[in-house]
């Protein structure tokens, strides 16, 4: 079993992890995206960001009619 300290446990800076270190690191965030749901979370903003697209375009199709109104 390696020691802690040479998984980089003790490292002061990111370059001094050493790949087994960075192992576990993923490891962990693959972890932590699935408990906290990020995908669900993802996939929620993705889908209310492409439904207000159209109501946006819309609204800023109408603003831009007001303002540049070629009869003026």
Do not use: C
């Not at 693959?30 to 439904?51: E, I, K, R, T």
């Amino acid at each position: 079993m390696t020691q802690p300290s040479s998984r980089g446990r003790k490292a002061s800076a990111p370059n001094q992890i050493p790949i087994t270190g960075w192992l576990d690191v993923s490891w962990r965030v693959w972890g932590q995206l699935a408990d906290n749901q990020v995908g669900m979370l993802a996939a929620g903003v993705a889908f209310y960001s492409l439904l207000s697209l159209f109501p946006a375009m819309a609204a800023l199709i109408s603003l831009w009619a007001l303002v540049f109104d070629p009869h003026e």
